[in-house]
């Protein structure tokens, strides 16, 4: 694989999100919450100064549409150095309704079973900031779990393997 040494997203838009973001409060928090959810996958700290995620402008014109660009820089075999850059183009608000349905039909299954508070493995999965955070594998597992009813049905969780990162839940994907 390639170990990752930096990385940045820059994301434009021309919602009421994007505009808000201007006032420099609101911004800080999406930024946290984004950076944490980026650097939760990694199993080594890249650094403070090597990771930069956020949103960065709002673009009356690009209307309800999203635009990141994406950097990853890192070595890979041989210590030879590997970057890739991309482009993300997509309609903002109807991005993560799928994501929304899904968080929403696990709190109605969690309901059904009378399990309360926290649903560790669906938000992990589902969100930027959750509780406890899983890498996506593992998360996606507790995920398929719980709507089985096994396991991680009991109380939202399973195991503690998790990397343990608090902080409020925002949608993740």
């Known amino acids: 694989g390639v170990k990752l040494e930096r990385t940045y997203q820059l994301n434009f838009g021309g919602n009421t999100d994007f505009l808000n973001m201007l006032e420099r409060d609101r911004l800080m928090s999406k930024k946290i919450s984004k950076t944490r ?5 990694l199993d080594y700290d890249i650094g ?3 990771v930069h995620i956020g ?3 709002y673009v009356p014109w690009l209307n309800d549409r999203k635009w990141a660009y994406i950097r990853l ?6 210590d030879v150095p590997l970057n890739v850059e991309l482009k993300l183009e997509v309609v903002d ?5 799928g994501i929304v ?6 709190c109605k299954l969690a309901m059904d079973r009378g399990i309360g508070g926290a649903l560790e493995g669906p938000s992990s999965y589902f969100m930027k900031s ?3 955070q899983y890498s996506d594998t593992e998360a996606r597992r507790l995920v398929e779990e719980f709507i089985d009813g096994g396991k991680a049905s009991e109380n939202g969780r ?6 343990s990162k608090p902080a409020a839940a925002a949608s993740r994907r």
């Open 73 to 78: 820089e890192g070595r890979s075999f041989g």
């Open 55 to 57: 949103p960065s402008d």
């Open 37 to 41: 959810s980026v650097t939760s996958q």
């Open 101 to 106: 349905i899904d968080a929403v039909r696990c």
């Open 130 to 132: 959750p509780p406890v």
């Open 158 to 163: 399973a195991g503690r393997t998790a990397r």
């Open 48 to 50: 403070k100064d090597n």
């Open 93 to 97: 608000s109807p991005n993560s309704a």
